[in-house]
């Protein structure tokens, strides 16, 4: 867990550095970078060997990020998110793990590379990236279970968003966000939880500030 906190930390004081590195540019007429926050729900699941069935479960999802416009078309765009996946999952197919409930508290830094059409004010947006998540708890039916999980996950991550462009004092846009992860790395570290990756659809609003 004290890795899993260097890390977290390591990572935040990364995208503050950038923040800093980005706050001499707000001098100029306009600033290539953005910062944004997003809050939304996210349907999460496991999918793997040892899966023999799923549900999807509502949890909450959350953060903050930067965006560097590139050109017209082209950003890039790191954020740091806290989400809380919650699942109910079969493990076997005798019935001895029939509806197990997971309940995971996940920080997860994707680097997103993201494609816009010239269509302002109104901009849809694709994108696409990896995500690596560093898994702070784990509870199975209420107990903790971070023993039966390893505490790092690394997923893809494809998406989309519609962008309405506001340009009202510092707030710039306004965002819907569609995007689904999926899991690449074996999250399990027991029996019957070994062959586990993460299943999971998210949606937010989000807001971007120049600076």
Request: charged letters at 20%.
């Amino acid at each position: 867990m004290q890795n899993v906190t260097s890390k977290l930390t390591a990572s935040i004081a990364t995208l503050a550095l950038l923040l800093g590195l980005a706050l001499p540019m707000s001098s100029q007429a306009q600033s290539p970078i953005d910062l944004g926050v997003r809050g939304g729900v996210t349907q999460a699941t496991f999918y793997g060997d040892d899966v023999s069935s799923n549900d999807f479960r509502p949890g909450f999802t959350g953060g903050v990020f930067l965006n560097y416009q590139v050109n017209d078309v082209f950003a890039v765009q790191p954020e740091v998110l806290y989400s809380r996946r919650g699942t109910k999952n079969h493990f076997d197919e005798s019935g001895r793990f029939d509806g197990v409930r997971v309940r995971q508290d996940v920080i997860e830094i994707p680097v997103l590379l993201k494609l816009s059409a010239p269509t302002a004010p109104v901009t849809p947006r694709l994108y696409v990236g990896p995500a690596l998540g560093f898994i702070t708890n784990s509870e199975v039916d209420g107990a903790d279970a971070d023993d039966s999980f390893t505490d790092v996950d690394f997923s893809g991550v494809v998406g989309g968003e519609i962008a309405y462009a506001l340009n009202k004092g510092p707030l710039s846009e306004i965002a819907v966000d569609g995007r689904y992860n999926l899991g690449l790395a074996n999250l399990g570290d027991a029996n019957n939880f070994e062959d586990v990756r993460t299943s999971a659809f998210t949606g937010t609003l989000s807001l971007r500030f120049d600076i």
